[in-house]
């Protein structure tokens, strides 16, 4: 049991550094004011590679790439766009309602 927790987790980790990539590799795609939606990142994944995140189909990835977006937001490594306006750096993901795109900063 415990070897497959751990088997479990190191697939988990393996995940978690894939979309950090694939994030950037977007990121890197597109200069700047060029925007993506998040649902980009998710969809350029595998069958594979969901079942390796543990997921059945790229929309239950959307929480998590949101989460992965709003701290490199935080950072300052990339702009969140609703409306095509950057949001405040005070807005809370918790408060975030509706669809958001992705870009550079300047």
Known sequence: MASEQTIESVELDEFAELLEE????????????????????????????LSMAGVSEWRDLMP??????????????????????????????EDLKGPIRIRKTQ
């Not at 795609?29 to 925007?35: A, C, D, F, G, N």
């Not at 989460?67 to 405040?88: F, I, M, Y």
Request: charged share 25%; proline share 5%; with cysteine.
């Open 22 to 49: 694939r994030l950037e590799k977007f990121l890197q795609s597109r200069e700047h004011p060029k925007t993506f939606c998040p649902s980009e990142v998710a969809r350029s994944f595998s069958t594979r590679q």
């Open 64 to 93: 998590t790439i949101r989460s992965l977006v709003w701290t490199r937001k935080n950072a300052g490594d990339l702009q969140v766009l609703q409306g095509g306006q950057p949001l405040a750096d005070d807005l809370n993901l």
